[in-house]
């Protein structure tokens, strides 16, 4: 697909349509998404720049289409960070200004003060004579049995340390990848599974935020072909020669009607091996 489109000098739009969409289809051989095939966007950007241009501008083009829809900005950001192509990439600014949230005012420190300002002081004024006379020392002296010695740290001390160093460490950025399967959803005219139960995981749970915004590229193609179809499809006359010695053109669906060519085939084995 993507060499195709590389090779073309018009807008991108035209590209998909005309070249992968009506040339490519996808067929899925995995409903687990971690099994879902994944390139490093770091690695493709060194051995195929030009490949990581056309998929970027690919993204970009089918965004419009993925949030067409108006909802909740919560849920469009997760449902665009499902289908997006590049993963962990930041997303362009004019789709980022629709997930930009409103800073939360902490309005309860403002609260608390407000009452400080309007609560009266009731608390009485101490007494100038019930006060301790400056200078004079206490009865009470201190007792230097109560003091703790001050040792080495204990191990709570040493874990909360550790915690803080733990903490303060740089959390490492998840790496860029270009998701193959989704950028073979975009640039694809049919998506399907290999049996009807697989296609139906397919759009029901794998990729059903693609399903339910391109419900005609998805279909069911269960995989293999039986030898009688293909006998049939293939090789005409010689379906003749077995409905003609069966007498009925059953075999096709059924392989036990193939066993009524063993009454032709066994006497003329035996008379070709009794000369």
């Not at 970009?60 to 909740?72: A, F, L, S, W």
């Not at 469009?76 to 997930?99: C, G, Q, T, W, Y």
Request: with cysteine.
């Amino acid at each position: 697909m993507v060499i195709a489109i590389s090779k073309c000098s018009v807008c991108i739009g035209i590209y998909v349509c005309f070249l992968s969409v009506r040339t490519v289809a996808y067929t899925n051989h995995t409903v687990l998404p971690e099994a879902l095939e994944k390139w490093s966007l770091e690695l493709m950007q060194k051995l195929l720049p030009r490949h990581v241009e056309i998929i970027e501008m690919i993204d970009e083009e089918v965004k419009p289409e993925q949030i067409c829809e108006p909802t909740d900005p919560n849920i469009l950001e997760k449902k665009l960070k499902e289908m997006r192509i590049l993963e962990n990439v930041d997303l362009p600014a004019s789709v980022a200004d629709l997930f930009v949230k409103a800073p939360v005012v902490d309005t309860s420190e403002e609260l608390e003060s407000s009452d400080e300002e309007v609560e009266p002081n009731d608390e009485e004024e101490p007494n100038d004579e019930e006060e301790e006379p400056k200078g004079e020392l206490s009865d009470e002296e201190p007792n230097d049995e109560e003091e703790e010695p001050k040792g080495e740290p204990n191990d709570e001390e040493e874990d909360t340390q550790k915690k803080k160093e733990v903490l303060s460490e740089p959390i490492p950025k998840p790496p860029k990848m270009v998701r193959m399967a989704n950028l073979c959803i975009v640039g694809g005219h049919a998506v399907n599974g290999v049996a009807e139960i697989h296609s139906k995981i397919v759009q029901e749970e794998v990729f059903n935020d693609f399903y339910k915004l391109w419900p005609e590229k998805f279909q069911n193609k269960t995989n293999g072909v039986t030898p009688r179809r293909w006998i049939l499809f293939c090789n005409p006359c010689l379906s003749k020669i077995i409905t003609k010695w069966t007498r009925t053109e059953d075999w096709v669906l059924n392989t036990e009607k193939l066993a009524e060519l063993r009454k032709v085939l066994y006497p003329v084995l035996e008379r070709q091996n009794s000369y």
